[in-house]
């Protein structure tokens, strides 16, 4: 099972796809507990207020 070290990378933050400004992580993991695909990551733009759900695939854990 690939883990938190394992090259995993999951953006602070992301720009809204909307009004361009910064969307912040608001999902997180305790160090004992981290991700897996499948997970749900959520954003918040902090311009516009709009929230984005990004699902982590297997991709993502690729070191
Ligand atoms: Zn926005």
Same mark, same amino acid.
């Given at each position: 099972? @690939?883990?938190?070290? $394992?090259?995993?990378?999951?953006?602070?933050?992301?720009?809204?796809?909307?009004?361009?400004?910064?969307c912040?992580?608001? $999902?997180?993991?305790?160090?004992?507990? @981290? @991700?897996? @695909?499948?997970?749900?990551?959520?954003?918040?733009?902090?311009?516009?207020?709009?929230?984005?759900?990004?699902?982590?695939?297997?991709?993502?854990?690729?070191?």
């Amino acid at each position: 099972m @690939p883990g938190w070290h $394992t090259g995993l990378v999951i953006a602070d933050r992301i720009v809204c796809v909307d009004c361009g400004g910064w969307c912040h992580r608001i $999902t997180h993991w305790p160090e004992d507990d @981290p @991700p897996v @695909p499948g997970d749900t990551v959520a954003y918040r733009c902090s311009d516009c207020s709009d929230r984005w759900d990004l699902v982590l695939d297997a991709e993502d854990f690729d070191d």
